[in-house]
């Protein structure tokens, strides 16, 4: 599985400026709170920085995987004199219940917030097979 | 022993990060897991030339939630975070997220001119620009000697 790789490497962002492939990258794990509504479920992940230009969000069978990319807020030649927190992208993978309907879920990102809305799948029908007395030859 | 468990089909919803760990083990990432228990909300200060800046992880909030207060070289900010309007916490799978009332108060560096503060928020990240005043001359300070 080379998913990871390929989610990395994507980049939707052409005015962005690359990466030097050499500097390594820090990756967090987004804090998230997962609810339930009438409909399906609600996951909110925290990805300060992220806007949706550098967000990749994808299900790929039944895994849901974001990955969020966040470009420097200051200036190159800014010198670090406090640091409590690291400058990194964020990434995260869920596996889905067969229960939530995959071409149906949808996302919105407010002030780096993502909401993944994920609705659950239709209960399917029951469906009556009729039974017929087998035609007589004779 | 079987026990009920509401929602138990549900449960199907799993992470998956330690396989993603794993995977990510070859590849040329600092893997930080999830940051936890730090003050809310964690700041980074930087020095540029002509300004020093300040930068605060806000995910969520609204710019007008943000209060600023500056004074007597301390910068005070702080605001709330509400959860999503009226979701009852029985109904609630996880919950990592910061909620609640947070503030920080932080002493900037000498040198700045206070009343030419700016802010800007974007993308849950607070910039905080503090412009550099006038370099203070040094001052002379006289020694004298002490008589006992």
Redesign the interface.
Known sequence: ?S???NI?AHDQNAEAVPHEAEE??????????????GDG??L?A??????IKTLELQVQDN?LTLFGRVDP???P??????????V?DF??????????DHERISATM????LKVVLPKAAQTKLRRIEVNPEPSAG | MPVFRWGHSWDAFHDFEREVDRLLSSVNFAFQGIRLGREYPSVNLYELPDEYLLTAELPGSKAEDIALEMGSGLLKIKGRRSEPNGVPEERYRRQERFRGEWERTLSIPDRVREEGLTAEFVDGILKVHLPKGEQSQPRRIRVSEGSD
Not at chain 1, 110 to 113: F, I
């Open positions: 599985m998913e990871p790789e990395s390594p990258r820090f990756l967090f794990t987004p804090p998230i709170d997962i609810y339930e509504t479920l609600v909110h925290d990805l300060p920085g992220v806007s895994k807020v200051v200036p030649q800014a010198v670090p004199l406090h640091q409590e927190y690291a990194g990434l995260r993978s869920f596996i889905l219940s067969d229960e939530v407010t002030n780096g917030v």
